[in-house]
């Protein structure tokens, strides 16, 4: 019988030999769900049988998997993700093993069809899509929704079944819907296999980093619909809904992301309700579009004079572009949702600001700029005519292009890096052109040390808008303060106690000095924190399910104490859902199990200790340029205090000796990185173990 909270059943799905079958939930359950049931499953059939080399994420071999977590389904606020996994075609300079996730209904009703997840190898002959209705599962030929956008192609699957949703009964072995399939789908980026191709769902609920919708179109996979009619066991409802009343009464909800100032339409996803509310009319054109990176494709940075307000509604129908063309906005826009002033730094390579997002939309305008793409070099911009830059017609012509690889758009569709890499300028990692790690764009220019470490050692940029450490009562940086003033101590302690490990130099970001080195951003203590973080993410938010902009809070305005949900919420919920008796760390050594095997598949595509170093830029002043919260907790060895951090950057010397004490923390090898067995064997690995000491890559 299948834990609560689980469906039982995984669908595994071999597009090559139309293989369709089920695999047990319960053998993965080690692993969490969600990605850490993913990283099972391509350890199981994508590197076990070791008959290719897990470089060419575009290969028949790769598996996609998209799963569902223990809270998905549930009515646990800020609970609807899927997670994507499988190789990564956006990572550079190798197709790492990567991770995405999107929200809305598709994981509810994946649940509610009996399946906990799907995972899809091989590819087919012409274009198909999975069709889940319940327990039957089927390939419908595709190859009339091939070219159309995301949204089309939703809306041509919803009228071939001929029931007018909403209206009509959908009767399915005897049981009754209402509801239309959810439906996952690629647009025409995907279809022409662009390394920064979203996966989209909705409106735009989109798994957009790490390129997986080009993944889909390299597997001629062009959608993957479920309708579901079971419910979904849960072990304590009246606890469920106790927990639920509990947590409103210690954390009330506030007015949603974007539900500031002008009155707006919001939406969200399953189960969020009064939550976060993300999709938002006021900041995206379409109602059901995510308000994240799509919502600023568009936005331009000052200096070129745009009109902010004629802008702005271009900008919105932008919004919608990308989610139909099906790309990543923030891999490909223009600047990003903010830029941030570098009046204090008048060296530093971008000026007079640095855009949030050193993108692709932004690279290609300062090289063209530059004179290095363009009229007298040997990349000709067709059909994008740059006379036209900043109108409407400009922003969907590069969609265009950039989706169907028209023109310079065949080189953009490569990404950042690899266009950058094309023009031989990889030297601008260094100066313009921004990664944190892996080919991915810096977000917000570095937005805490923690953060830039838990990129270097995954691989992408880890998104994690969980905790922010800026001093609380000077606003959004510390998610405001409700009015009172917070000693740095006083929060630090705080900060610690929540972690249940009660360190408070977790938190000191000392970067200067020996003091970097004892208790601040290069010592053991930071390399502690980190992992800690990782085993959390990892588990709590990529497998179980929980929103990132809802997990994890260790510090809130609205408690007395200032404590936030965590490590209370989390497992409270997980409990209720599952009928465990889960205590917070038993969570975070399943992230810690999920994590070792995600870092025994790196170590056998190639990573090594060598390899990890940030991109230049992060060795200078300037690598947190961050507006947010430049006060950050600095220990001086005899006190706290709050100092401005926005000229922080990392040394190269500090991060081999966080390097050091970071491996040897998570049992890895001080020298190569790689997995120890009796790292391996302790977290009940010894089949990964015995593996890699087969390709002599053990620890």
Not at 195 to 207: C, D, Q
Not at 453 to 469: E, Q, T
Request: charged share 20%; glycine share 12%; with cysteine.
């Amino acid at each position: 019988m299948a834990t609560p909270g689980f469906a039982g059943k995984i669908l595994l799905v071999n597009l090559t030999n139309k293989e369709i079958r089920a695999l047990d939930t319960e053998k993965y359950e080690q692993y969490g769900g969600g990605q850490g049931t993913g990283t099972a499953l391509f350890w199981e059939y994508c590197v076990v049988p070791g008959d290719w080399d897990l470089q060419d994420a575009f290969h028949p071999k790769n598996m996609v998997a998209l799963m569902t977590g223990a809270v998905s389904g549930t009515g646990v606020p800020r609970g609807a993700r899927t997670s994507v996994s499988g190789l990564s075609p956006q990572c550079y300079p190798i197709q790492w093993f990567g991770h995405s996730n999107f929200g809305g209904m598709f994981s509810t009703f994946l649940k509610m069809a009996g399946w906990d997840g799907v995972a899809v190898i091989g590819r087919a002959e012409s274009p198909v899509y999975i069709n889940i209705v319940d327990d039957k599962v089927t390939l419908e030929d595709a190859k009339a929704l091939w070219g159309l956008n995301s949204w089309e192609c939703q809306e041509e699957i919803w009228k071939r079944s001929g029931i007018r949703y909403g209206q009509e009964w959908q009767e399915i072995d005897g049981r009754y819907t209402l509801q239309r399939p959810a439906i996952v789908t690629i647009g025409p980026a995907g279809e022409n296999m662009t390394r920064v191709a979203s996966l989209i769902h909705g409106g735009g609920s989109g798994a957009g980093q790490g390129g997986f919708g080009g993944v889909f179109g390299s597997k001629n996979l062009k959608a993957i619909a479920v309708v579901g009619t079971k419910g979904i066991k849960i072990a304590d409802p009246k606890g469920l809904k106790d927990i639920e009343v509990w947590y409103e009464k210690n954390w009330p909800s506030g007015p949603g992301f974007g539900g500031f100032g002008p009155p707006s339409v919001q939406s969200a996803c399953i189960g969020c309700g009064q939550f976060r509310k993300c999709h938002n009319r006021d900041r995206a054109h379409s109602q059901d579009s995510d308000d994240c990176a799509e919502s600023t494709f568009f936005s331009l940075m000052p200096e070129y004079g745009i009109d902010r307000e004629a802008i702005t509604p271009i900008n919105q129908k932008g919004t919608d572009i990308v989610q139909q063309l099906g790309i990543n906005a923030m891999e490909t826009c223009f600047m990003g949702p903010m830029s941030f002033d570098t009046d204090h730094n008048p060296d530093f390579p971008i000026q007079p600001k640095v855009p949030a997002y050193t993108a692709l939309g932004w690279y290609m305008k300062k090289m063209y700029d530059m004179g290095v793409i363009g009229p007298g070099t040997k990349y000709d911009m067709a059909p994008l005519n740059m006379k036209d830059f900043a109108t409407q017609e400009f922003m969907e012509i590069y969609g265009l292009a950039l989706a169907k690889r028209y023109g310079i758009g065949d080189l953009l569709a490569e990404g950042t890096a690899r266009f950058a890499e094309k023009l031989g300028r990889t030297d601008d990692f260094n100066t313009l052109c921004r990664l944190t790690m892996w080919g991915y764009q810096d977000h917000w220019s570095m937005p805490g040390v923690d953060w830039a470490y838990g990129n270097l050692m995954d691989s992408r940029d880890i998104n994690s808008h969980d905790m922010s450490f800026g001093n609380p009562s000077g606003g959004f940086g510390g998610f405001g303060g409700g009015g009172k003033e917070w000693t740095c101590e006083d929060f630090v302690k705080v900060q610690a106690e929540r972690t249940t490990y009660n360190d408070p130099f977790w938190f000191d970001f000392s970067w200067e000095g020996k003091q970097a080195y004892k208790t601040g951003v290069f010592s053991k203590h930071k390399a502690e924190f980190v992992a800690w973080r990782m085993h959390y993410w990892t588990y709590y938010k990529e497998s179980v399910g929980f929103c990132d902009w809802g997990y994890a809070q260790l510090f809130s305005r609205s408690h007395p104490k200032g404590y936030g949900h965590t490590p209370e919420a989390e497992p409270r919920y997980l409990n209720a859902v599952t009928g465990r008796n889960h205590t917070f760390e038993d969570g975070l050594e399943i992230g810690r199990r999920a994590w070792n095997l995600k870092r025994a598949i790196f170590t056998l595509q190639g990573r090594h200790k060598q390899m990890e170093n940030f991109a230049g830029y992060m060795y200078r002043p300037g690598a947190s340029y961050c507006g947010f919260s430049p006060e950050l907790p600095i220990y001086d060895g005899k006190k706290w205090e709050w100092q401005n951090c926005r000229e922080l950057f990392l040394t190269r010397e500090g991060v081999d000796q966080w390097k050091t004490h970071f491996y040897d923390i998570e049992g890895w090898d001080k020298d190569t990185g790689y997995p120890k067995r009796r790292t391996l064997e302790k977290l009940g690995m010894k089949h990964v173990a015995d593996f890699l000491k087969s390709k002599n890559k053990l620890g």
